[in-house]
Each structure stands twice: as structure tokens, then as C-alpha cells.
């Protein structure tokens, strides 16, 4: 068989992998970023939630609102492995506080348990971009 007819697997599980960190991760951060929007422009809908249901004082949602794109924005940053753990961690951190929020207030089950499908999210990304070498990663 000649060489030339042969398929290169692992470069082609490779191309597919670094393509769904990438389609994965721009999703999370498009999200992130979205929401964080929302906090910083005062939007009605998710001010009540923050305030009413989940109890977090006025002055603190603008400070939410910004984490969410620093976040967002972190995790699209090419070549800069710490910046991008810190980020993950941070939106980690965010959504299991996040979670025990929900917990501890009453709303239904799939309020409660939304913190948790996007981590699913956040960490399909993580363990992505974790089995790709650093090299591989660009926008």
C-alpha cells in the first residue's frame, strides 16, 4: 500500500478535537460574556433575579456583571495557559456559588440545576483544551 493513500488518524482526531475546544469554548465565553452584558446594562429581568430571588445586593451585581466578560474574554485569549486556568477557575468558582445560591431559595428544579449544565459546558472545554498541546490553539 502506498503511503500516499494512507490516512493520517491522529492528525485527523487531533484537527477534530482542537475544532470542538474551539466551537465549545467560543460558546461558553459568547454566554458568559452575554450575561455579563446584561448585568453592566441593568436589564430588568436579570436584575430581579440576582436581587429578588437570589438575595445579592444592588451594588454588587455591576461587579458580577464585569467578572462575567473578564471571564468570558479570558478564556478566548490565544498562547496564555495561566490567564486561561485562572479564568476557567474563576467561572468554576462562579457557578458552583451559583449553585448553592438556587439551593438555598425556592424556584424550580431546573432553576436550581442550570449552574451545573453550564458547567458540564465549561468543563468539556477545560478538559478539551487540556489534551490539546499549547501550539494548537489559535483564533
Known amino acids: 500500500m502506498n503511503a500516499e493513500h494512507t490516512i493520517d488518524k491522529s492528525g485527523w482526531a487531533g484537527r477534530a478535537t482542537q475544532i470542538a475546544a474551539m466551537v465549545i469554548t467560543g460558546l461558553v ?39 462575567h466578560i473578564l471571564g468570558g474574554l479570558g478564556l478566548l485569549v490565544p498562547k496564555v495557559p495561566r490567564l486561561t486556568e485562572w479564568a476557567y477557575a474563576g467561572l468554576v468558582i462562579t457557578l458552583l456559588l451559583t449553585f448553592y445560591s438556587q439551593l438555598n431559595v425556592g424556584g424550580s428544579t431546573w432553576d436550581k440545576f442550570d449552574p451545573i449544565l453550564v458547567m458540564a459546558f465549561v468543563l468539556t472545554s477545560y478538559v478539551l483544551r487540556r489534551i490539546m498541546p499549547t501550539s494548537m490553539w489559535s483564533i
Open 29 to 67: 465565553a459568547f454566554v458568559w460574556v452575554y450575561f455579563g452584558r446584561l448585568y453592566l446594562i441593568h436589564d430588568p429581568g436579570e436584575w430581579r433575579i440576582a436581587n429578588q430571588q437570589l438575595g445579592y445586593p444592588l451594588y454588587i451585581i455591576p461587579l458580577i456583571g464585569a467578572t
